[in-house]
């Protein structure tokens, strides 16, 4: 009995304890995620955005209209992310990409994000994007990247090699990469091609991410029954410039220069005299005029 009363005082701090562990547990898990600081091989979540046509900002649409492999599939859960009032009416709607296996500090060599086959609708749809330059947003803890779908060049496709050649002054120079088969019919006719490639550059400081650099490559031709490979790489470099200062390369510095501008300052110069000389005019007419009447009032 003894025993068992002195140990009856401990069991509130023991359930206070266990309270604050569990309510600790999704903060440790989202840590990086909500807090910008990461331990070495921590999960690093590429957001995807938006996607639209370059010479419409205002026309945006959903990542998921690309139609691209990346987030469909029952093997993996896609999660979406918040959005605030004002992120929801600038067409933002984020949602992670978990073929994207990207790691704190840790460099991936190429590897594989999926394969797919284009159908007719697919091949149109992807085709009409690329011939409208359309470019996606993406995200990764919370720093905006850019890039296009694709490219639509000068190319041509030599089918009797199989291979991508730039025509240029009536010679073909093929390119490294080899390009599947393709319709006869196809023969010398510029394709729009999709980059399959992305390699991300991710510069960091101890244990909080930088900067982020995406460069897409490796184009593949656009035509019905083509074989699409996606895949990514990723390399981390350490740096020394501050967590507070990395936004600054999105901002112009120029805008921020307070110049004299002695052109809009003269112009407005001119045009107070102006508009004080029109008053001044005005009112020794409306005077003059008074001055007039009321003198010939005297003299009657």
Same mark, same amino acid.
């Given at each position: 009995?003894?025993?068992?009363?002195?140990?009856?005082?401990?069991?509130?701090?023991?359930?206070?304890?266990?309270?604050?562990?569990?309510?600790?547990?999704?903060?440790?898990?989202?840590?990086?995620?909500?807090?910008?600081?990461?331990?070495?091989?921590?999960?690093?979540?590429?957001?995807?955005?938006?996607?639209?046509?370059?010479?419409?900002?205002?026309?945006?649409?959903?990542?998921?209209?690309?139609?691209?492999?990346?987030?469909?599939?029952?093997?993996?859960?896609?999660?979406?992310?918040?959005?605030?009032?004002?992120?929801?009416?600038?067409?933002?709607?984020?949602?992670?990409?978990?073929?994207?296996?990207?790691?704190?500090?840790?460099?991936?060599?190429?590897?594989?994000?999926?394969?797919?086959?284009?159908?007719?609708?697919?091949?149109?749809?992807?085709?009409?994007?690329?011939?409208?330059?359309?470019?996606?947003?993406?995200?990764?803890?919370?720093?905006?990247?850019?890039?296009?779908?694709?490219?639509? %060049?000068? #190319?041509?496709?030599? *089918?009797?090699?199989?291979? +991508? !050649?730039?025509?240029?002054?009536?010679?073909?120079?093929?390119? @490294?990469?080899?390009?599947?088969?393709?319709?006869?019919?196809?023969?010398?006719?510029?394709?729009?091609?999709?980059?399959?490639?992305?390699?991300?550059?991710?510069?960091?400081?101890?244990?909080?991410?930088?900067?982020?650099?995406?460069?897409?490559?490796?184009?593949?031709?656009?035509?019905?029954?083509?074989?699409?490979?996606?895949?990514?790489?990723?390399?981390?470099?350490?740096?020394?410039?501050?967590?507070?200062?990395?936004?600054?390369?999105?901002?112009?510095?120029?805008?921020?220069?307070?110049?004299?501008?002695?052109?809009?300052?003269?112009?407005?110069?001119?045009? %107070?005299? #102006?508009?004080?000389? *029109?008053?001044?005019?005005? +009112? !020794?007419?409306?005077?003059?005029?008074?001055?007039?009447?009321? @003198?010939?009032?005297?003299?009657?």
């Amino acid at each position: 009995m003894v025993a068992r009363a002195a140990a009856m005082p401990r069991a509130p701090a023991v359930r206070v304890a266990l309270a604050v562990l569990l309510a600790a547990v999704p903060l440790a898990v989202r840590a990086g995620k909500d807090t910008h600081i990461y331990k070495a091989q921590e999960d690093v979540v590429v957001w995807t955005d938006k996607v639209g046509p370059y010479n419409n900002p205002q026309e945006t649409y959903n990542y998921h209209s690309l139609g691209l492999c990346e987030l469909d599939g029952d093997d993996i859960v896609v999660e979406q992310g918040e959005v605030s009032i004002g992120e929801s009416l600038e067409g933002h709607e984020f949602y992670s990409s978990p073929r994207l296996d990207i790691h704190f500090a840790q460099a991936a060599g190429t590897r594989s994000v999926c394969n797919m086959v284009l159908t007719a609708e697919k091949a149109t749809a992807l085709g009409g994007m690329i011939n409208d330059n359309y470019w996606y947003q993406i995200y990764v803890d919370d720093l905006p990247i850019w890039a296009f779908v694709g490219e639509h %060049s000068k #190319f041509a496709l030599d *089918v009797s090699r199989f291979s +991508l !050649m730039l025509r240029d002054n009536n010679r073909s120079i093929p390119t @490294s990469a080899p390009v599947p088969p393709v319709p006869a019919s196809l023969k010398g006719k510029p394709l729009p091609k999709i980059y399959t490639h992305r390699h991300f550059t991710i510069f960091y400081n101890k244990d909080q991410i930088i900067e982020v650099d995406m460069e897409p490559s490796n184009p593949w031709p656009i035509y019905e029954g083509a074989p699409l490979s996606f895949s990514y790489s990723a390399t981390w470099f350490p740096t020394t410039k501050g967590f507070e200062d990395r936004h600054s390369r999105y901002l112009d510095p120029k805008f921020f220069e307070h110049k004299v501008h002695w052109f809009s300052i003269v112009n407005s110069f001119m045009l %107070s005299l #102006f508009l004080c000389a *029109v008053v001044a005019i005005i +009112l !020794m007419k409306t005077l003059k005029r008074d001055f007039t009447r009321y @003198s010939a009032s005297e003299a009657e």
